[in-house]
T-cell receptor, first 113, second 113 residues
Framework: SQELEQSPQSLIVQEGKNLTINCTSSKTLYGLYWYKQKYGEGLIFLMMLQKGGEEKSHEKITAKLDEKKQQSSLHITASQPSHAGIYLCGADSGVDSNYQLIWGAGTKLIIKP | DSGVTQTPKHLITATGQRVTLRCSPRSGDLSVYWYQQSLDQGLQFLIQYYNGEERAKGNILERFSAQQFPDLHSELNLSSLELGDSALYFC????????????FGPGTRLTVT
């Protein structure tokens, strides 16, 4: 079965600093989705990446997809308290994922003021 | 606000009981997904409906069942509840049948005592 590994599991970052979260799939990626979750709340869609080398940005968050490495990275520039939360990646691997999203375990991000 | 509503927000019940969770998707969305999120298992896909028909099954127990009604709202029925069923249950919706960005509801927190 497919596995989706996120690293790190948790991250404590000083406000204003940059950070990167990684998501690596054991299977071919047809699409990679990034979501953010505040504790105990629903997930909020951030970005979807579908093509190798694709890069998308939303405000201070940039996500990239490396198709060959079956990996995506999420980069936050000049972190703010509003960035705190749990970041989850979801992978679409076609038939290998039953045409659904397989989810990573999440990265818990804490921003220190 | 994602536009997806879930009721109830919290549910406390005893082992062996049966409960029904309800979800109303975003206006116009035909796909409804159900997920279970627990600390040890992470986010697990349970089942997907598209326009009233079951489209995909994930790690859904036989004690659990779901349906999507003509007005597109969906219900998840959990029976013979066990302590291990305690979790957050999310509903998400999307406009299309395939893998697509999903809009999550706020979740129902189920506690089985």
């Amino acid at each position: 079965s497919q596995e989706l590994e996120q690293s790190p599991q948790s991250l404590i970052v000083q406000e204003g600093k940059n950070l990167t979260i990684n998501c690596t799939s054991s299977k071919t990626l047809y699409g990679l989705y990034w979501y953010k979750q505040k504790y105990g709340e629903g997930l909020i869609f951030l970005m979807m990446l579908q093509k190798g080398g694709e890069e998308k940005s939303h405000e201070k968050i940039t996500a990239k997809l490396d198709e060959k490495k079956q990996q995506s990275s999420l980069h936050i520039t000049a972190s703010q308290p509003s960035h705190a939360g749990i970041y989850l990646c979801g992978a679409d691997s076609g038939v290998d994922s039953n045409y659904q999203l397989i989810w990573g375990a999440g990265t818990k991000l804490i921003i220190k003021p | 606000d994602s536009g997806v509503t879930q009721t109830p927000k919290h549910l406390i019940t005893a082992t062996g009981q049966r409960v029904t969770l309800r979800c109303s998707p975003r206006s116009g969305d035909l796909s409804v997904y159900w997920y279970q999120q627990s600390l040890d298992q992470g986010l697990q896909f349970l089942i997907q409906y598209y326009n009233g028909e079951e489209r995909a099954k994930g790690n859904i127990l036989e004690r659990f069942s779901a349906q999507q009604f003509p007005d597109l709202h969906s219900e998840l029925n959990l029976s013979s509840l066990e302590l291990g069923d305690s979790a957050l249950y999310f509903c998400a919706s999307s406009p299309l049948q395939g893998v697509y960005e999903q809009y999550f509801g706020p979740g129902t927190r189920l506690t089985v005592t």
